[in-house]
Nanobody
């Protein structure tokens, strides 16, 4: 069973940046599509971004396009989410997710493994 561990969350002012990391308990991520979802208090978990096994195909939720960037290092079994120009409505717990052998990872029901999450709080 794959385990995912997120880090990099914290408190930041609006307009600031954070970089989230997710390390998998694997020697390589090459067979997994990886992604980030988030859940704000009182809201449903929503898709943020995903990246396929090659790193060439990425997807973003509408609210983060142009501000967030996802990347991966398969050899290090790690993915990253660079978050720039953060807004107060980005405040949420951010979850790393994985799914084997899918082209895109944008829906909760596709996720095979979840991380425990990392809190991101953006103050206005």
């Amino acid at each position: 069973q794959v385990q995912l561990v997120e880090s990099g969350g914290g408190l930041v002012q609006a307009g600031g940046s954070l970089r989230l990391s997710c390390v998998a308990s694997l020697r390589t991520l090459s067979q997994y599509t990886m992604g980030w979802f988030r859940q704000a208090p009182g809201s449903e978990r929503e898709f943020v971004s995903s990246i396929d096994w090659s790193g060439r195909n990425t997807q973003y939720g509408d609210s983060v396009k142009g501000r967030f960037s996802i990347s991966r290092d398969n050899a290090a079994a790690t993915i990253y989410l660079q978050m720039n120009n953060l807004r107060s409505d980005d405040t949420a717990v951010y979850y790393c997710a994985s799914a084997p052998l899918v082209n895109q990872l944008t829906r909760i029901e596709q996720v095979r493994t979840w991380g425990r999450g990392t809190q991101v709080t953006v103050s206005s």
